[in-house]
């Protein structure tokens, strides 16, 4: 089997929205976002239930069938940290638009490839779109956490390939081929 990534796929996790209380009147939230076995971790913001994160996450992405599990947690110091809710990003739809390829580039900045709407197949709160912009095509979501009474992370998605990356259009990509 290839070992090689298709491609690297950076997460920003922007911020958190209405986030459990963990602790006596609010949270110190983090995320851990877990990819075979891979994990990444966001610094604690102390104090907000309502976090704003601002950062970026890098993974190789091996095989587009794993997981991405995104997980929040609060950060204590006395005792074990207590979980606040999980979501699984699906990455399908976006690696379905990455296909497309050449055919974007006539496309103008701030078009709207493909419109994702929330199910029971996926964690999204609202409808996402997947857009073209500036030669990048990326998504915006906002992921209804699972396991907890309530809570939201915002995240963006956006697709790398370089050196030593197999690419997205590779046979067997999501399950399907195309030809190159």
């Given at each position: 089997?290839?070992?090689?990534?298709?491609?690297?796929?950076?997460?920003?996790?922007?911020?958190?929205?209405?986030?459990?209380?963990?602790?006596?009147?609010?949270?110190?939230?983090?995320?851990?976002?877990?990819?075979?076995?891979?994990?990444?971790?966001?610094?604690?913001?102390?104090?907000?239930?309502?976090?704003?994160?601002?950062?970026e996450?890098?993974?190789?992405?091996?095989?587009?069938?794993?997981?991405?599990?995104?997980?929040?947690?609060?950060?204590?110091?006395?005792?074990g940290?207590?979980?606040?809710?999980?979501?699984?990003?699906?990455?399908q739809?976006?690696?379905?638009?990455?296909?497309?390829?050449?055919?974007?580039?006539?496309?103008?900045?701030?078009?709207?490839?493909?419109?994702?709407?929330?199910?029971?197949?996926?964690?999204?709160?609202?409808?996402?779109?997947?857009?073209?912009?500036?030669?990048?095509?990326?998504?915006?979501?906002?992921?209804?956490?699972?396991?907890?009474?309530?809570?939201?992370?915002?995240?963006?998605?956006?697709?790398?390939?370089?050196?030593?990356?197999?690419?997205?259009?590779?046979?067997?990509?999501?399950?399907?081929?195309?030809?190159?």
């Open positions: 089997m290839d070992q090689k990534p298709l491609g690297l796929l950076t997460i920003h996790v922007k911020k958190g929205i209405n986030l459990a209380i963990r602790d006596h009147r609010s949270s110190d939230p983090y995320v851990v976002i877990t990819v075979a076995d891979q994990t990444l971790k966001t610094r604690v913001v102390k104090k907000n239930c309502n976090p704003v994160w601002n950062e996450m890098t993974v190789a992405i091996k095989d587009p069938n794993v997981p991405i599990r995104l997980t929040v947690f609060d950060w204590d110091k006395f005792t940290d207590d979980k606040m809710g999980d979501a699984n990003i699906d990455i739809p976006y690696l379905d638009s990455l296909k497309m390829g050449m055919e974007l580039l006539r496309l103008p900045n701030g078009c709207a490839i493909k419109r994702v709407q929330p199910s029971r197949h996926n964690c999204l709160s609202d409808e996402s779109s997947i857009v073209w912009n500036n030669g990048k095509i990326t998504q915006d979501m906002i992921l209804r956490l699972n396991n907890v009474e309530c809570g939201e992370i915002e995240v963006m998605l956006e697709w790398h390939e370089g050196a030593g990356c197999r690419g997205i259009t590779s046979k067997g990509v999501g399950g399907g081929s195309s030809s190159t």
